[in-house]
């Protein structure tokens, strides 16, 4: 008897993606490690993306350590545990919010970005013409935007967690008459090498995560500017679910290894 498995048409697709995905991947890392090293243009992405998203990231964690505080503080007070403020802030933040939420405005900056600039070289021939002209438009294009993103994440992650510690410091001043200097010897004598190892770990990922997508999206895009649409959008979109598959998979080996 002839037994047939019917996939529907979205599953199939999504699995398609995760392959031409994984492909993809594999192909960065056996490009990563052949001449030539585009530095110069590594060092180019790696200011754009890094120099240029330093504004966003400040705003968004001092934001995030105002608000933070200022919603977990009334609850703390009514058991008399305001004096926890300093450790649980930096821990919520070192370990979980931080980089997850500087990761995602990364995703929609860097990732959405990428996969517009790099939808639109494809379909005005712009990589077709690297090609014919003996440019290896992979390893100048893709290669150097991954790595980048991969490096710079963390660093901006690293400096938003610490605005948002600012952030949190300044709420503590003005409204528990807390010096910024008793704040941060608390969250220095909070914090241990399990919450920030883990942390740092998996930041690099994030960036891989939001370098990869971007790329793909925009190295394959098709169908003329509307496909340049559809790339940096889905490009946020992909990025963003990935980021959580990541953070699931970093904390269930967190846990695993320091529990």
């Not at 545990?81 to 860097?110: D, F, K, Q, Y």
């Not at 970005?113 to 003996?134: F, P």
């Not at 793909?216 to 679910?241: D, F, I, L, P, Q």
Request: some cysteine; glycine content about 8%; overall charge negative.
């Amino acid at each position: 008897m002839n037994y047939e498995v019917h996939i529907p048409k979205s599953v199939r697709s999504f699995l398609i993606e995760v392959g031409d995905l994984s492909y993809f991947a594999g192909r960065f890392f056996r490009e990563l490690f052949s001449r030539p090293f585009e530095l110069r243009e590594l060092m180019h992405q790696c200011y754009k993306m890094g120099n240029k998203s330093l504004t966003l990231v400040g705003v968004t964690g001092f934001i995030l350590g105002l608000v933070m505080t200022l919603q977990t503080r009334p609850t703390l007070m009514e058991f008399g545990a305001e004096s926890w403020m300093p450790s649980m802030v930096s821990i919520s933040i070192v370990r979980e919010i931080g980089p997850v939420i500087i990761s995602l405005i990364c995703a929609g900056r860097i990732s959405s970005g990428i996969g517009a600039e790099l939808g639109s070289m494809r379909v005005t021939e712009q990589i077709d013409a690297m090609e014919v002209s003996g440019t290896n438009p992979f390893k100048y294009l893709v290669v150097t935007r991954i790595l980048a993103a991969t490096l710079m994440i963390p660093l901006l992650i690293i400096y938003g967690d610490a605005i948002a510690l600012l952030g949190s410091a300044l709420v503590e001043n003005l409204k528990g008459d807390v010096s910024f200097q008793l704040f941060f010897n608390n969250v220095f004598d909070a914090l241990e090498y399990s919450d920030i190892n883990p942390a740092i770990i998996k930041s690099f990922f994030f960036g891989f995560a939001i370098g990869l997508v971007g790329c793909y999206k925009g190295y394959y895009c098709e169908r003329g500017t509307v496909g340049v649409g559809e790339a940096s959008n889905s490009a946020v979109v992909y990025t963003s679910m990935l980021l959580f598959i990541i953070d699931f998979i970093a904390v269930f080996v967190t846990d695993i290894f320091y529990n």
